[in-house]
C-alpha cells in the first residue's frame, strides 16, 4: 500500500459505476487511478479536480487501484480560474509520463493553481506555469544568455530557435526583444510589450514541444478576460 498527496488532472468515466483519475502524485509523479464502485456506492464521492486528496492506493500495473482517501484542500477557483486550471492540467497531461518520478512536479502544479486566486496578470502565471513544467519534465529553456554564452542586451532584439536557445536576429520577423527574455528569466518587470511578446513566444515553444497534439483548452482562453 502506498500514500501519496494527489492532485486529479483528468477524470474519465470507467463503465457504469467507475472513474479513472490521471493525477500528480507528490514524490512520485503522474499515476492512473480506478476508482471502482464510486458511481453506486453512497458512502463513496468522485475526487474533483483543483483538490488536493491524501490516497492510500495499490498496484504496480499500469493503473493502481484507489483504496482510501481525504480531502486536503479545496482551492474553490473562480470560473475564469478554473478555465486556467484546465489549460494547465491539459499540459500536464502531454508532458508527463506515468510512472516517471518528477521532483517538484507536484508542487509546481500545486503552487501554480494557488498563485492564480491572487494573481494580478494571468497571462504571467501562464508563462510561469510553462516554464516551470518545460523545465521539469527536461526540456531545454534558457532566456538569460543567448546561443553563443553572451548576457542578452535588452536592446537588442532576437530569434529564439528551440533546444538551442535565443539567437541575435534584427532581419526576420519572429524576433523577440531582449527586454522580453530577461522577463521570462524572472530578471526584468513585465509591461505590456513584454507580455505581448512573451506570450507568442511561450505558445510557439509550447507547441514545439508537444507537437503533434492540440492544446483544445488554448481556443477557450481566447474568450475569458485575461
Same mark, same amino acid.
Given at each position: 500500500?502506498? !500514500?501519496?498527496?494527489?492532485?486529479? &488532472?483528468? &477524470? !474519465?468515466?470507467?463503465?457504469?459505476?467507475?472513474?479513472? #483519475?490521471?493525477?500528480?502524485?507528490?514524490?512520485?509523479?503522474?499515476?492512473?487511478?480506478?476508482?471502482?464502485?464510486?458511481?453506486?456506492?453512497?458512502?463513496?464521492?468522485?475526487?474533483?479536480?483543483?483538490?488536493?486528496?491524501?490516497?492510500?492506493?495499490?498496484?504496480?500495473?499500469? %493503473?493502481?487501484?484507489?483504496?482510501?482517501?481525504? $480531502?486536503?484542500?479545496?482551492?474553490?477557483?473562480?470560473?475564469?480560474?478554473?478555465?486556467?486550471?484546465?489549460?494547465?492540467? =491539459?499540459?500536464?497531461? #502531454?508532458?508527463?509520463?506515468?510512472?516517471?518520478?518528477? *521532483?517538484?512536479?507536484?508542487?509546481?502544479?500545486?503552487?501554480?493553481?494557488?498563485?492564480?486566486?491572487?494573481?494580478?496578470?494571468?497571462?504571467?502565471?501562464?508563462?510561469?506555469? *510553462? $516554464?516551470?513544467?518545460? %523545465?521539469?519534465?527536461?526540456? #531545454?529553456?534558457?532566456?538569460?544568455?543567448?546561443?553563443?554564452?553572451?548576457? $542578452?542586451?535588452?536592446?537588442?532584439? @532576437?530569434?529564439?530557435?528551440?533546444?538551442?536557445?535565443?539567437? &541575435?536576429?534584427?532581419?526576420?520577423?519572429? !524576433?523577440?526583444?531582449?527586454?522580453?527574455?530577461?522577463?521570462?528569466?524572472?530578471?526584468?518587470? @513585465?509591461?505590456?510589450?513584454?507580455?505581448?511578446?512573451?506570450?507568442?513566444?511561450?505558445?510557439?515553444?509550447?507547441?514545439?514541444? &508537444?507537437?503533434?497534439?492540440?492544446?483544445? !483548452?488554448? =481556443?477557450?482562453?481566447?474568450? %475569458?478576460?485575461?
Amino acid at each position: 500500500m502506498q !500514500t501519496s498527496d494527489i492532485y486529479i &488532472i483528468k &477524470i !474519465t468515466p470507467y463503465r457504469e459505476s467507475s472513474n479513472l #483519475y490521471e493525477a500528480i502524485a507528490k514524490d512520485y509523479g503522474k499515476i492512473t487511478l480506478i476508482h471502482k464502485g464510486v458511481k453506486t456506492n453512497k458512502k463513496k464521492f468522485s475526487l474533483e479536480l483543483f483538490c488536493s486528496y491524501k490516497i492510500n492506493w495499490s498496484g504496480k500495473g499500469g %493503473i493502481k487501484f484507489l483504496r482510501e482517501y481525504d $480531502i486536503i484542500e479545496r482551492l474553490d477557483l473562480l470560473p475564469k480560474h478554473n478555465i486556467v486550471g484546465m489549460y494547465f492540467n =491539459e499540459l500536464m497531461h #502531454y508532458l508527463t509520463k506515468n510512472d516517471y518520478q518528477i *521532483e517538484k512536479l507536484y508542487s509546481h502544479y500545486g503552487d501554480s493553481l494557488k498563485s492564480l486566486k491572487t494573481s494580478n496578470n494571468f497571462l504571467i502565471d501562464l508563462n510561469n506555469y *510553462e $516554464i516551470g513544467i518545460l %523545465i521539469l519534465t527536461g526540456h #531545454y529553456l534558457i532566456f538569460d544568455t543567448d546561443a553563443n554564452d553572451q548576457i $542578452i542586451d535588452k536592446r537588442k532584439n @532576437y530569434s529564439y530557435i528551440p533546444d538551442f536557445g535565443p539567437k &541575435i536576429d534584427s532581419s526576420s520577423k519572429n !524576433t523577440y526583444s531582449g527586454e522580453t527574455l530577461a522577463a521570462l528569466s524572472g530578471s526584468y518587470f @513585465y509591461n505590456d510589450k513584454t507580455i505581448k511578446e512573451s506570450r507568442v513566444l511561450m505558445k510557439r515553444l509550447i507547441d514545439y514541444y &508537444i507537437q503533434p497534439k492540440k492544446i483544445k !483548452t488554448r =481556443e477557450i482562453l481566447k474568450y %475569458i478576460s485575461l
